[in-house]
């Protein structure tokens, strides 16, 4: 089952000739390449610990309809269903824009040994041939101490994160995974197409020329028709 572009939850898709960017170190591309396929991180790992949260307007509104006793029961179920939730569920980020981000790079690549990987919202989501259910969508920035995030759906509370996130202006795929295990893997591998996604690699703007000519390299020995930039955001300006 490739990506699924209908769903309640995933409304807010940028056109599929929006630029996206995956910013990434060398091994994280290596491991692309070599095992065609995107890195999914489980929720509970990602480094916002806000991510499936929702903000106080939720809070003051359940106790509306639950007696006391109910709610706290409810509260309880809640909690477990969040932890659960929070364990199968699996992202993959883009960084959607036309041009590359100077803020990306320094937050990703601050040692110009990074790379990043230009594609299309409608190259990223055609890629995917992974047979489990794929979704998409921008992420929604808000204040969480004053915007409500439906409940109706688990995903709902993926797709919101806090304003001072903002600058990432993030296009996110999600899945939702059931394992055989009680301690679901980190990081899960999602099938693609490269011939489809890749349509540029960029090297970072401080790395070696050396670096550069080191990707390009070892990217021709795959066979995939890969272009390799090095970024130009650290050159000189034209006098």
């Not at 006391?68 to 909690?79: G, K, N, Q």
């Not at 320094?106 to 989501?125: F, H, K, M, N, P």
């Amino acid at each position: 089952m490739p990506f699924q572009p209908e769903h309640e939850s995933f409304t807010d898709q940028p056109p599929a000739t929006a630029a996206v960017w995956r910013y990434m170190d060398l091994a994280r591309y290596l491991s692309l390449l070599e095992n065609e396929a995107l890195h999914f991180a489980q929720a509970e790992v990602m480094s916002d610990r806000w991510e499936g949260a929702y903000g106080a307007p939720n809070r003051i509104r359940r106790p509306a309809w639950l007696t006391p006793e109910i709610d706290a029961a409810d509260a309880t179920v809640r909690s477990r269903m969040r932890s659960w939730v929070r364990k199968h569920t699996y992202l993959n980020c883009w960084h959607l824009g036309e041009y590359e981000s100077a803020a990306m790079w320094d937050i990703y690549q601050r040692e110009g040994r990074g790379v990043a990987v230009r594609s299309t919202w409608g190259s990223l989501t055609a890629s995917i041939i992974d047979p489990r259910p794929i979704f998409g969508t921008r992420v929604k920035y808000i204040d969480y101490t004053s915007t409500y995030i439906p409940e109706d759906n688990n995903f709902d509370a993926y797709v919101h994160k806090r304003l001072s996130f903002e600058h990432e202006k993030e296009v996110r795929l999600a899945a939702l995974l059931e394992t055989e295990t009680k301690s679901p893997s980190a990081v899960v591998p999602i099938s693609v197409d490269l011939n489809r996604l890749i349509q540029s690699v960029y090297v970072a703007p401080d790395a070696p020329l050396w670096v550069a000519d080191t990707i390009e390299s070892v990217s021709s020995r795959y066979p995939y028709n890969i272009n390799v930039l090095q970024s130009d955001l650290a050159s000189d300006p034209l006098e």
